[in-house]
């Protein structure tokens, strides 16, 4: 089975700073995605970004970006010019190609920008 | 456009009574729908899937129970509630057809407090 580790409970920022995220996964696949959800106060649950293991680039959406090292299984994200509404928890998860598709989560980081 | 609804918002029940949330999913037919919980400090944990209608899998033994009697519509239930079952309920929904490759859409989520 797979897993995935977030070893950051919390952490907090300042205002315009870059923060990066840690998650690391166990999987003896080799075709699966990984996904960064984002869960503000309003606990709605909102994909950031996604990255398909098979593409050696790493994935970027506007001030997200991610570092995809493969044979380590470390999939951080980088949240750059940090804004006040980036305060959230962020969940890594995982899917693997094969299967039925169900997505496993970390546990979480919860981020605080700081003014 | 796809949207999935989610209700109610909050829930306080007691002890020993039964349980019923919605979710139904608009604009898409034959979706992959899911029942995730999330605890207090703790990730999401999934609970049951479905990939059609009357077609539900449980992924832990618990006290709940899921059914799908139309193709967007999928309810989680239970005939007893337990102090154990208190948390926070998101539905979620894919694209059928691999699309849980690209990741789920959320629901606002149901706390559901037993007292």
């Known amino acids: 089975a797979q897993t995935v580790t977030q070893s950051q409970p919390e952490m907090s920022v300042q205002e315009a700073e870059t923060v990066t995220l840690s998650c690391t996964y166990d999987?003896?696949?080799?075709?699966?995605?990984l996904f960064w959800y984002k869960q503000p106060p309003s606990r709605q649950m909102i994909l950031v970004i996604r990255q398909e293991a098979y593409k050696q680039q790493n994935a970027t959406e506007n001030r997200f970006s991610v570092n995809f090292q493969k044979a380590a299984k470390s999939f951080s994200l980088k949240i750059s010019d940090s804004q006040l509404g980036d305060t959230a928890m962020y969940f890594c998860?995982?899917?693997?190609?094969?299967?039925?598709?169900?997505?496993?989560f970390g546990t979480g980081t919860r981020l605080t920008i700081i003014p | 456009s796809q949207t999935i609804h989610q209700w109610p918002a909050t829930l306080v029940q007691p002890v020993g009574s039964p349980l019923s949330l919605e979710c139904t999913v608009e604009g898409t037919s034959n979706p992959n729908l899911y029942w995730y919980r999330q605890a207090a400090g703790r990730g999401l944990q999934l609970l049951f899937y479905?990939?059609?209608?009357?077609?539900i899998s449980s992924e832990v033994p618990q006290n709940l129970s899921a059914s799908r009697p139309q193709d967007r519509q999928f309810i989680l239930s239970s005939k007893k509630l337990l102090l154990s079952d208190s948390g926070f309920y998101l539905c979620a929904w894919s694209a059928g057809g691999r699309g849980g490759l690209g990741g789920y859409t959320f629901g606002s989520g149901t706390r559901l407090t037993v007292v």
């Open positions: 479905s990939v059609g209608i009357g077609q």
């Open positions: 998860a995982f899917v693997s190609n094969f299967g039925n598709e169900k997505l496993t």
């Open positions: 999987t003896s696949e080799n075709n699966y995605y």
